[in-house]
């Protein structure tokens, strides 16, 4: 938390820089300069040309929230026309995924409605008669009056003393000791600041240069079109801008409509993606108009011909009208479409709030005000935070790539698994040809090349017991999945899995002080030499930021199993800012996952296996659980971890990446004789779904501490002097108002995969994290967070695509929820 004294410039006066110096003023802070490169009355960013469709509802749970606060905020600013918004389908699948969208509104407690086509065109009148075959009815969307909430911000925040400077741009920001110090604009002058907080929209990459940040966001241009009158309108709304109907969205088409006065505006995505060179735009013009500002760029009534031809189909009233006026307006698109928060991660002082859209503004602006004054936001933000990126995700010709991806998709029905078009083959493990070989298909995350399953199993599948026979699936759930996942599941359990693990991050934590920074940093006990120790990483209210494996391999040397560059970035921040204060416990920092590799192996015949290859003894009174220890397998130097994530005795294998290839093959070799499979990241979610184990970053965050996150297991008793030690003080399981919790299905068939509704008695009481088939248990298993009240053997109910799949509540893990098998498979090792 920085003082109230602190000196803020926040660079941009747009809907989201005016916000959260508005945000900064109501939490006491006064001490705050705004800088414009354009004119305060219109600064001629994307906020000056925004449309002001604000539709909620976001498979992401914290953009959702984002949304909702924009619009309780707007409605307080009487700057918000809660008109309602309507999506419609024209198609089946469209329509089924409306379906699914009312089930994430529900879960996170907007009020939406499926309507027939008859109610569509209630809600709507001017649809045409026919070809609509459904829709989704939000009452509280609407349409914001962005640039004028913009003025009234800037009137309420200088009466609190918030200085604004118009027409002045930034060349520089000022640096010293490693944070900053001040904002250099064009004629010299300099703003001292000990925060800088960039809202600079489009042009938010030019400024990131200026301290070395890449911001990752690409401004794309996007038409949009002002009609002329429409004679059925006549009359009906104040002009010029009036609006009744709902706004509406075809995303069949990629279009969407708002009423202004008796005319429309209509925007179009499904032209091809136009990238901006901010450079060319030059200098923001002292007078900016509606007709002139730099987010406006010129309009092609040719490229517009195909949108107007399908609206005046879905509305045949505009037929006798023409476009009056159009536009390119410039908005900034991400890799993965969501925003960019946070602090730089090399050096202090320096914030985002980027590629920001109206819809989100206040939102974002609360989240990063409650960072800048509390530490930490409500929500959680790793969707969002800037350091989410990999250093190969981070290159223009990436982010291009992406970011136009993401422009083609930003109406599609996009599946939780589908897999990136490209870029693809950036980075891949060394057992990467091994595994092409049996057939491997391969997902992409953080631009890694991971499998996940093998077509070499397909022939597995017809040689399963019943019991694990694969049961049909709905089309979406079959999607982007195999029968084959299966096969490597019941491998895994009866004979042994391999799984590749190059991509979970591994990061050197090293030097005189890197105990006791552990220590401070973690909820467990740091590990005893020759230890692994799964632990937690809070944030200073208890929230969970993250979940560590660390493996004393030295007395001041630890290798790190983490999550993200998130935890990478927050390492390397903490390990300089003790480093600084205690030089003679100074801490090391290295990210060793591109060097490394890492394999699973796991399974009854894991120990036959590896005692194959290796001379090194296994037992467990050489290697016990949670023990770590150099072997030689095939001559090769690894790293074995006995550790498991699955529910089978097996390790963890880390070498170098110039081995990893003959460890692979050595292993494949000797385990042909014990039915070894290569297994995929399929099998792998379905099995430690099993188990019990939660994923970050959708199983927990830091919107939930360790006891609602059924992790409290990770928390030492009596471990004091660790970063949310104070917050969690009294906090218990039983005092959690929400827990985690395992569900199956009843009918043992029906699947759900994630942000549905739980209902009991018709009252929605939680929401699915994640779920997948468990193939162990014979039926779907699911993580939920539900009321601690509820206990083994409830019923509930779970709202799939529009339908009600019935649940139980069970034990917590499914699969040998007294850990008798993994306990009977670790006596049957000591040799």
Request: with cysteine.
């Amino acid at each position: 938390m920085t003082s109230t004294s602190s000196k803020v410039v926040i660079i941009g006066a747009g809907i989201v820089g005016v916000n959260v110096a508005d945000e900064l003023v109501s939490r006491g802070w006064n001490d705050i300069t705004v800088i414009e490169q354009g004119p305060l009355n219109m600064p001629g960013g994307s906020t000056s040309h925004a449309p002001g469709l604000v539709f909620q509802v976001n498979s992401s749970k914290t953009l959702t929230s984002f949304a909702t606060y924009t619009v309780s905020k707007l409605l307080s600013l009487d700057c918000f026309n809660q008109v309602g918004g309507l999506e419609i389908a024209t198609t089946l699948e469209r329509l089924e995924d409306l379906k699914r969208k009312h089930g994430w509104a529900s879960s996170l407690g907007i009020e939406t409605r499926i309507l027939g086509p008859e109610e569509c065109r209630i809600k709507y009148p001017l649809l045409k008669e026919d070809g609509i075959l459904g829709g989704l009815h939000i009452p509280s969307d609407g349409l914001a009056l962005a640039a004028h909430s913009v003025q009234l911000l800037m009137e309420r925040t200088r009466r609190a003393g918030v200085r604004y400077f118009g027409q002045t741009l930034v060349t520089g920001i000022q640096q010293a000791n490693g944070r900053t110090t001040g904002v250099m604009t064009k004629g010299g002058l300099v703003f001292p600041a000990d925060i800088v907080v960039s809202a600079a929209g489009f042009w938010g990459a030019k400024i990131g240069a200026m301290v070395g940040l890449p911001v990752p966001l690409l401004p794309m241009a996007h038409q949009y079109v002002k009609t002329t009158p429409v004679a059925a309108q006549a009359g009906k709304n104040s002009l010029p801008n009036g609006a009744q109907l709902p706004i509406l969205r075809y995303q069949d088409k990629d279009l969407y409509y708002r009423e202004l006065g008796d005319c429309f505006g209509i925007g179009y995505y499904g032209h091809d993606p136009k990238p901006v060179d901010v450079s060319t735009l030059g200098e923001t013009p002292p007078v900016v108009t509606q007709q002139r500002m730099p987010s406006r760029l010129s309009f092609s009534a040719t490229e517009f011909e195909p949108a107007w031809e399908l609206t005046t189909d879905l509305l045949p009233a505009l037929k006798n009208s023409y476009i009056a006026d159009g536009f390119d307006g410039v908005l900034s698109f991400t890799p993965d479409g969501s925003p960019l928060i946070g602090q730089a991660p090399h050096i202090d002082g320096f914030w985002v709030a980027e590629a920001v859209w109206v819809t989100h503004s206040a939102g974002v602006a609360r989240a990063l005000a409650e960072i800048l004054t509390n530490g930490r936001s409500e929500l959680d933000l790793s969707s969002c935070d800037i350091a989410r990126f990999e250093e190969a995700q981070l290159s223009e010709c990436y982010i291009k790539n992406t970011a136009s991806q993401d422009f083609v998709q930003v109406y599609d029905i996009v599946h939780p698994f589908r897999p990136r078009e490209s870029p693809r083959g950036l980075r891949c493990s060394p057992f990467h040809e091994r595994q092409k070989d049996l057939g491997a298909v391969f997902l992409e995350t953080g631009g890694w090349e991971r499998p996940e399953w093998f077509e070499a199993n397909k022939e597995l599948v017809a040689q399963l017991p019943s019991s694990w026979a694969p049961r049909d699936r709905d089309t979406w759930s079959s999607r982007h999945y195999s029968p084959v996942v299966a096969a490597e599941a019941y491998k895994t359990r009866t004979s042994a899995g391999l799984y590749d693990l190059t991509s979970s991050r591994r990061i050197e934590v090293a030097g005189p002080g890197a105990a006791e920074f552990l220590e401070r940093l973690t909820t467990n006990a740091v590990s005893d030499l020759g230890k692994v120790v799964h632990t937690l990483l809070l944030d200073a209210m208890g929230g969970i930021r993250s979940d560590l494996t660390l493996s004393r391999l030295h007395e001041d040397y630890f290798q790190v199993g983490a999550n993200s560059p998130i935890d990478l970035a927050y390492f390397t921040r903490e390990a300089r800012e003790q480093s600084k204060l205690s030089p003679r416990k100074f801490v090391s920092i290295k990210d060793i996952t591109g060097g490394t590799c890492a394999l699973g192996l796991w399974g009854p015949s894991a120990l036959d296996i590896i005692t194959s290859v290796t001379d090194d003894d296994l037992s467990n009174q050489a290697l016990p659980p949670n023990g770590i220890k150099k072997i030689f397998i095939a001559g090769i130097a690894v790293l074995a971890i006995n550790i498991s994530w699955v529910g089978e005795r097996g390790w963890e294998l880390h070498t170098s990446a110039e081995f990893g290839r003959h460890v692979w093959d050595s292993l494949w070799k000797a385990g042909q004789t014990y039915d070894l499979v290569a297994a995929g990241r399929a099998a792998f979610y379905s099995l430690r779904l099993e188990k019990g184990v939660r994923l970050w970053g959708i199983d927990f965050t830091t919107e939930k501490d360790p006891f609602e996150a059924g992790l409290e297991h990770l928390v030492q008793p009596g471990k004091v002097e660790f970063v949310g030690h104070s917050a969690i003080q009294g906090r218990s399981r039983t005092s959690a108002s929400s827990r985690l919790r395992s569900l199956t299905v009843d009918d043992g068939k029906s699947m759900i995969l994630g942000n549905e509704p739980v209902y009991v008695d018709g009252r929605v009481v939680g929401y699915i994290t994640t779920a997948a088939f468990g193939f162990s248990i014979g039926r779907p298993v699911a993580l939920a967070y539900l009321p601690s009240a509820m206990k083994e053997g409830d019923a509930v109910d779970v709202e799939y695509f529009g339908r009600s799949v019935k649940a139980t509540v069970t034990s917590d893990p499914v699969f040998d929820p007294e850990n008798s098998r993994l306990q009977t498979l670790q006596r049957q090792a000591k040799l």
